[in-house]
């Protein structure tokens, strides 16, 4: 809790994960007041709500920690090349403890308004108990993955057994020892949930919506050679994350599959499937996300893998996205998924022939069945993007809401601002580079771009700030056309704002930036070396 009682300051944040704690320590070393105002109980974001078993990094945890302070790097150590949720969290506290950020936090403070007073040149800021705090300036550090989506399904609240969703899991332990377990989706949460209760449960039924692709993690642990070795290259490693188009180690292939033998492409294809990480999704083929020809390549690739790793094939078939190419949509890593429906005690149900219609009293009944459980799971995943930004009603310029202004999709500025809403800057907002990568790092490029902002505001006597509309139609324009010849804005996903589970998320608009982090911090730099063109200053 926060040891101050005033409700003053020069900047309110909104969230205090990974993005919010940065900014908090950057705008102290600007010497401003700052208060953050969570939602949860501890810091973390992201890594304090999804407690789900499996949950753990898909980047390579020594990319993925925060780069700013070499103290932190030299104190800090990894144990798994991808870190678990749990660890994780422990990560973030001990950043939290090292910089004395909590102080600044007020914790269990759930935003549920935000409105512009141009008069005062401040923003008023509500929580869900009715407490308000004033600032000069409002930053959202909500993330893009924030607000869990249940699925529309009747009798969800008629279930007596246990139930939850993956994005709120109970912070004490759960056990599915011997138990009659459902869970419904198999998006990246549901591999993670998927392949750990498999383990232990007495029978787990899996209810797949539709197939994904996905890829083999390939986790381990950390030797001390190699902790030696990642501590010696950290600057190195840092390099490489920004120079490519996603900031993680991988970067694209300069071939094309096409442009190559059969035998030479299979040949990398396999040494990608065997490889760590996301070097399969981001260090492949140029060609792979712009070409179907190229794409289907490596999506039957994959496909002879999963036929190959599941023994029923009938399954497997079942198993294999037919409506999607590989990488269009979010990739889950997973560690011997497909091997789960070799197992007895696991059953994979086909939404797409059998749909739920109902959750009863004792289970779920399909078109075909009832089925009887002791818990149902929901790994149906995030109003994405834009759904932590419709949670809190923002209000602007002439009352204008910020869900009002984006009813036909986002219109941004460099992905951090909105026309009619003065000084508020939004950390990994739609068509921001840091929704669509190695998320710290992109972090540190918002956290530090919008500090270099605030700290010229300061200098130059400053104390309003507001997009043009002419340059946020502009850089609007510049993220629709950057996007265009990808395959996946041919995809219904949430890279293009389609969510089944969320009213009025039916239209296809895409939200995140797909030119890479290269170009989006060069753009940036330019407008900021411009003093600040396309931002109207007072």
Same mark, same amino acid.
């Given at each position: 809790?926060?040891?101050?009682?005033?409700?003053?300051? @020069?900047?309110?944040?909104?969230?205090?994960?990974?993005?919010?704690?940065?900014?908090?320590?950057?705008?102290?070393?600007?010497?401003?007041? !700052?208060?953050?105002?969570?939602?949860?109980?501890?810091?973390?974001?992201?890594?304090?709500?999804?407690?789900?078993?499996?949950?753990?990094?898909?980047?390579?945890?020594?990319?993925?920690?925060?780069?700013?302070?070499?103290?932190?790097? &030299?104190?800090?150590?990894?144990?798994?090349?991808?870190?678990?949720?749990?660890?994780?969290?422990?990560?973030?506290?001990?950043?939290?403890?090292?910089?004395?950020?909590?102080?600044?936090?007020?914790?269990?403070?759930?935003?549920?308004?935000?409105?512009?007073?141009?008069?005062?040149?401040?923003?008023?800021?509500?929580?869900?108990?009715?407490?308000?705090?004033?600032?000069?300036?409002?930053?959202?550090?909500?993330?893009?993955?924030?607000?869990?989506?249940?699925?529309?399904? &009747?009798?969800?609240? @008629?279930?007596?057994? /246990?139930?939850?969703?993956?994005? %709120?899991?109970?912070?004490?332990?759960?056990?599915?020892?011997?138990?009659? !377990?459902?869970?419904?989706?198999?998006?990246?949460?549901?591999?993670?949930?998927? /392949?750990?209760?498999?383990?232990?449960?007495?029978?787990?039924?899996?209810?797949?919506?539709?197939?994904?692709?996905?890829?083999?993690?390939?986790?381990?642990?950390?030797?001390?050679?190699?902790?030696?070795?990642?501590?010696?290259?950290?600057?190195?490693?840092?390099?490489?994350?920004?120079?490519?188009?996603?900031?993680?180690?991988?970067?694209? &292939?300069?071939?094309?599959?096409?442009?190559?033998?059969?035998?030479?492409?299979?040949?990398?294809?396999?040494?990608?499937?065997?490889?760590?990480?996301?070097?399969?999704?981001?260090?492949?083929?140029?060609?792979?996300?712009?070409?179907?020809?190229? %794409?289907?390549?490596?999506?039957?690739?994959?496909? @002879?893998?999963?036929?190959?790793?599941?023994?029923?094939?009938?399954? +497997?078939?079942?198993?294999?996205?037919?409506?999607?190419?590989?990488?269009?949509?979010?990739?889950?890593?997973?560690?011997?998924?497909?091997?789960?429906?070799?197992?007895?005690?696991?059953?994979?149900?086909?939404?797409?022939?059998?749909?739920?219609?109902?959750?009863?009293?004792?289970?779920?009944?399909?078109?075909?069945?009832?089925?009887?459980?002791?818990?149902?799971?929901?790994?149906?995943?995030? @109003?994405?993007?834009?759904?932590?930004? &419709?949670?809190? +009603?923002?209000?602007?310029?002439?009352?204008?809401?910020?869900?009002?202004?984006? +009813?036909?999709?986002?219109?941004?500025?460099?992905?951090?601002?909105?026309?009619?809403?003065?000084?508020?800057?939004?950390?990994?907002?739609?068509?921001?580079?840091?929704?669509?990568?190695?998320?710290?790092?992109?972090?540190?490029?918002? !956290?530090?771009?919008?500090?270099?902002?605030?700290?010229?505001?300061?200098?130059?006597?400053?104390?309003?700030?507001?997009? /043009?509309?002419?340059?946020?139609?502009?850089?609007?324009?510049?993220?629709?056309?950057?996007?265009?010849?990808?395959?996946?804005?041919?995809?219904?996903?949430?890279?293009?704002?389609?969510?089944? %589970?969320?009213?009025?998320? %039916?239209?296809?608009?895409?939200?995140?930036?797909? +030119?890479?982090?290269?170009?989006?911090?060069?753009?940036?730099?330019?407008?900021?070396?411009?003093?600040?063109?396309?931002?109207?200053?007072?």
């Amino acid at each position: 809790m926060t040891t101050s009682d005033s409700t003053n300051f @020069d900047a309110i944040i909104i969230g205090a994960g990974i993005s919010g704690m940065y900014q908090l320590h950057q705008l102290r070393k600007l010497g401003m007041s !700052v208060q953050v105002l969570e939602a949860g109980s501890g810091v973390g974001g992201t890594w304090y709500w999804n407690r789900y078993p499996g949950a753990r990094f898909d980047s390579e945890s020594y990319s993925y920690g925060y780069s700013f302070s070499e103290e932190i790097l &030299d104190e800090w150590q990894w144990s798994e090349h991808f870190s678990a949720q749990p660890e994780t969290l422990r990560y973030c506290n001990f950043v939290a403890d090292k910089l004395d950020l909590r102080r600044d936090i007020r914790f269990n403070s759930r935003v549920d308004r935000a409105r512009w007073d141009d008069a005062a040149g401040q923003w008023t800021v509500t929580t869900e108990d009715g407490l308000s705090f004033t600032g000069q300036y409002l930053i959202t550090a909500i993330g893009p993955l924030s607000v869990p989506t249940w699925p529309t399904i &009747d009798g969800i609240d @008629d279930f007596g057994g /246990q139930s939850m969703h993956t994005a %709120n899991w109970p912070h004490e332990p759960v056990s599915f020892e011997g138990k009659r !377990v459902a869970v419904i989706g198999t998006g990246a949460t549901g591999v993670q949930t998927i /392949q750990e209760v498999a383990k232990t449960a007495g029978q787990l039924t899996v209810f797949q919506r539709r197939p994904n692709w996905c890829a083999p993690l390939k986790n381990s642990p950390i030797t001390p050679q190699q902790q030696t070795d990642i501590r010696a290259r950290y600057p190195e490693i840092f390099e490489r994350c920004r120079q490519s188009h996603g900031c993680f180690i991988h970067d694209a &292939d300069p071939r094309r599959a096409l442009g190559v033998s059969e035998e030479e492409r299979l040949a990398f294809y396999e040494e990608l499937y065997d490889s760590p990480g996301f070097g399969i999704w981001m260090g492949n083929f140029r060609d792979i996300f712009i070409s179907e020809a190229a %794409n289907k390549t490596i999506s039957d690739f994959v496909a @002879d893998k999963i036929r190959g790793r599941v023994r029923d094939q009938d399954t +497997a078939e079942r198993l294999i996205p037919t409506d999607h190419g590989f990488g269009t949509r979010r990739v889950p890593l997973e560690t011997h998924y497909f091997e789960v429906y070799n197992q007895d005690n696991v059953r994979l149900v086909d939404l797409r022939d059998t749909p739920i219609t109902r959750i009863t009293e004792t289970g779920i009944a399909t078109s075909a069945e009832h089925l009887e459980f002791d818990m149902i799971i929901y790994a149906t995943g995030f @109003d994405a993007v834009t759904g932590g930004f &419709d949670r809190i +009603a923002f209000e602007g310029l002439e009352g204008q809401t910020l869900k009002q202004k984006w +009813a036909d999709g986002p219109e941004t500025f460099l992905g951090m601002m909105v026309p009619g809403f003065p000084n508020m800057l939004t950390l990994v907002g739609p068509h921001n580079a840091a929704s669509f990568c190695n998320i710290p790092r992109c972090i540190e490029q918002n !956290v530090e771009w919008a500090t270099d902002f605030l700290r010229h505001m300061r200098d130059k006597g400053l104390c309003r700030l507001e997009a /043009q509309p002419d340059a946020a139609l502009e850089w609007t324009q510049h993220v629709h056309e950057s996007a265009e010849k990808m395959l996946y804005t041919k995809v219904d996903s949430w890279f293009m704002g389609i969510n089944s %589970n969320v009213e009025g998320k %039916n239209k296809r608009t895409f939200l995140l930036y797909a +030119a890479g982090a290269p170009d989006y911090r060069a753009k940036c730099d330019e407008v900021a070396a411009a003093g600040y063109a396309g931002v109207a200053l007072q």
